[in-house]
């Protein structure tokens, strides 16, 4: 796991998943990111980020996802598309929904 330390993925590129990524790009951290407008992406990566073609590409980069999308059913959807990498990860969703919506 030694390869892994210092890496996360961010997926999701609005306000709060974008500050993260700089963030975390500041402190020196390799960042992977994935939005589904690729313009978002785009920037983060000519400030330092790795941008992932998919979302499994940017859940495979790290051990650590952190995803900031609006609704527990857009990170569904989204990692559903990366569902064959989500093996041995931790994922932090940072969305708002219900406590039903968790469940």
């Given at each position: 796991m030694k390869e892994q330390e210092g890496k996360v993925s961010i997926i999701g590129l609005g306000?709060?998943?974008?500050?993260?990524?700089r963030a975390?790009?500041?402190k020196g951290w390799q960042?992977?990111?994935w939005n589904r407008d690729q313009t978002r992406a785009s920037r983060l990566a000519s400030e330092g980020a790795r941008r992932a073609k998919d979302p499994a590409e940017a859940?495979?980069?790290s051990t650590v996802v952190i995803v900031c999308?609006?609704?527990y059913a857009a990170m569904?959807?989204?990692l559903e598309r990366g569902r064959?990498?989500?093996a041995d990860r931790v994922v932090?969703?940072?969305g708002s929904g219900t406590p039903q919506d968790a469940r």
């Open positions: 306000d709060m998943g974008g500050a993260l990524a975390l790009i500041r960042v992977t990111v859940i495979a980069a999308l609006p609704t569904r959807e989204v064959d990498a989500l932090v969703q940072l």
